[in-house]
């Protein structure tokens, strides 16, 4: 079946570092990608996506780039920030599943 | 506008309460979905609806009852809970069913029984 796999952390890093959090996926065809953000005590926000092969899905400095050849979506940014400090899920929907399939999420800490 | 809302935020009830989650959504879209998140863990899906129809049930027990009054709300009711249904409950919407859509995710409710 489509499974996710990432990091799973914790990763701790200083204020303007560089971040990548790997995820790779299992899935037939052509599934839809994500990265959400969940803040301590909050729902999961759409961070990114992506829904074919080779698009680089963007948004508040994070990128990651469907790459259909290593089955992978890694998240990265270039310079993060203690307002950053969160738990990352990468994410897949695909239309033989109804559900969103997560990974296990990777939780970040960005120290000053 | 991509929100959703969830009342209330916080919960806490006995194991002898009934209760009721709220989630709305105004943005058309015709899934919604209804998932548990236990700390450190991934949302797990219980129940999805589409054009206000239940189409998945995630073997989830009986003491959670769903319900889709409209389009833009969908509804749990609880009842006879247990202490490890203590969880957060996040609703999400997408604009398209059957899979591959985005999903907008609430706030949540954070449950918690006694």
């Known amino acids: 079946g489509n499974s996710v796999t990432q990091m799973e952390g914790p990763v701790t890093l200083s204020e303007e570092a560089f971040l990548t959090i790997n995820c790779t996926y299992t899935?037939?065809?052509?599934?839809?990608l994500f990265w959400y953000v969940q803040y301590p005590g909050e729902g999961l926000q759409l961070l990114l996506k992506?829904?074919?092969?080779?698009d680089k899905g963007s948004n508040k400095g994070f990128e990651a780039t469907y790459r259909k050849e290593t089955t992978s979506f890694h998240l990265e940014k270039g310079s993060v920030q203690v307002s950053d400090s969160a738990v990352y899920f990468c994410?897949?929907?695909?239309?033989?599943?109804?559900?969103?399939?997560f990974g296990a999420g990777t939780r970040l800490t960005v120290k000053p | 506008d991509t929100e959703v809302t969830q009342t209330p935020k916080h919960l806490v009830m006995g194991m002898t309460n009934k209760k009721s989650l709220k989630c709305e959504q105004h943005?058309?879209?015709?899934?919604m979905y209804w998932y548990k998140q236990k700390a450190k863990k991934p949302p797990e899906l219980m129940f999805v609806?589409?054009?206000?129809?239940?189409?998945i049930n995630e073997s989830v027990p009986s003491r959670f009852s769903p319900e889709c009054p409209n389009s833009s709300l969908l509804n749990l009711h609880l009842h006879a809970l247990q202490p490890e249904d203590s969880a957060l409950y996040l609703c999400?919407?997408?604009?398209?069913?059957?899979?591959?859509?985005?999903?907008?995710f609430g706030p949540g409710t954070r449950l918690t029984v006694l």
């Open positions: 992506a829904t074919k092969a080779d």
């Open positions: 609806y589409s054009y206000e129809k239940l189409s």
């Open positions: 899935a037939t065809g052509y599934p839809s």
């Open positions: 994410a897949l929907s695909h239309y033989n599943n109804n559900d969103m399939r």
């Open positions: 999400a919407s997408s604009p398209v069913t059957g899979g591959q859509g985005t999903q907008y």
């Open positions: 943005m058309g879209h015709r899934a």
